[in-house]
T-cell receptor
Framework: KNEVEQSPQNLTAQEGEFITINCSYS?????LHWLQQHPGGGIVSLFM???GKKKHGRLIATINIQEKHSSLHITASHPRDSAVYIC???????????FGTGTLLAVQP | NAGVTQTPKFQVLKTGQSMTLQCAQD?????MYWYRQDPGMGLRLIYY???????DKGEVPNGYNVSRLNKREFSLRLESAAPSQTSVYFC???????????FGPGTRLTVL
């Protein structure tokens, strides 16, 4: 079983919809990252959080340490949000970054 | 600022050949990383450098060596390439260990 699991693996939404991507992990962590990988391959960091909630524009990330779960929300989704969203935790036996396999999001106009 | 740069962007090698992937950052970051990305497996850490002069193995270090040449540059060397090393390689940096990561554009490597 992977130490970091994301769901769903694939998601198709209509423009304007509210989107939620989930990340569950099974190890102790010191921080959690959300990353976005564009169709062209480039990777950018969206959030790094260790508790509570962060917001940047239409993106919101939350984490529940007790439940070992994080969510990434996108409000008023747009076709330009189409990308792979990757969850990664800093933790585990080696206290290094462990990545989920990503959620492929397609937002249709 | 260029951020994190990687060279080359694409490379094709024959089994047994060697090559070095170059990475440089201009953000005065202390920590640098090399990852590989394979379909269905997500990103995996190959090697990590917390600061100039230090390196540490990640999840999949076998077949690779690294050099933290100075604070700006972190290179990844394949001494004897194997088809299993066909992958997309990303370099990244952060101000401190495992903080917000800034990624390079990637190198697509094919080993025949």
């Amino acid at each position: 079983k992977n130490e970091v699991e994301q769901s769903p693996q694939n998601l198709t939404a209509q423009e304007g919809e509210f989107i939620t991507i989930n990340c569950s992990y099974s190890v102790g962590i010191s921080a959690l990252h959300w990353l976005q990988q564009h169709p062209g391959g480039g990777i950018v960091s969206l959030f790094m959080l260790s508790s509570g909630k962060k917001k940047h524009g239409r993106l919101i990330a939350t984490i529940n340490i007790q439940e070992k779960h994080s969510s990434l929300h996108i409000t008023a989704s747009h076709p330009r949000d189409s990308a792979v969203y990757i969850c990664a935790v800093v933790g585990g036996a080696t206290n290094k970054l462990i990545f989920g396999t990503g959620t492929l999001l397609a937002v249709q106009p | 600022n260029a951020g994190v740069t990687q060279t080359p962007k694409f490379q094709v090698l024959k089994t047994g050949q060697s090559m070095t992937l170059q990475c440089a950052q201009d953000m005065n970051h202390n920590s640098m990383y090399w990852y590989r990305q394979d379909p269905g497996m997500g990103l995996r850490l190959i090697y990590y450098s917390a600061s100039e002069g230090t390196t540490d193995k990640g999840e999949v270090p076998n077949g690779y060596n690294v050099s933290r040449l100075n604070k700006r540059e972190f290179s990844l060397r394949l001494e004897s390439a194997a088809p299993s090393q066909t992958s997309v390689y990303f370099c990244a940096s952060s101000d401190w260990a495992y903080n917000e990561q800034f990624f390079g554009p990637g190198t697509r490597l094919t080993v025949l």
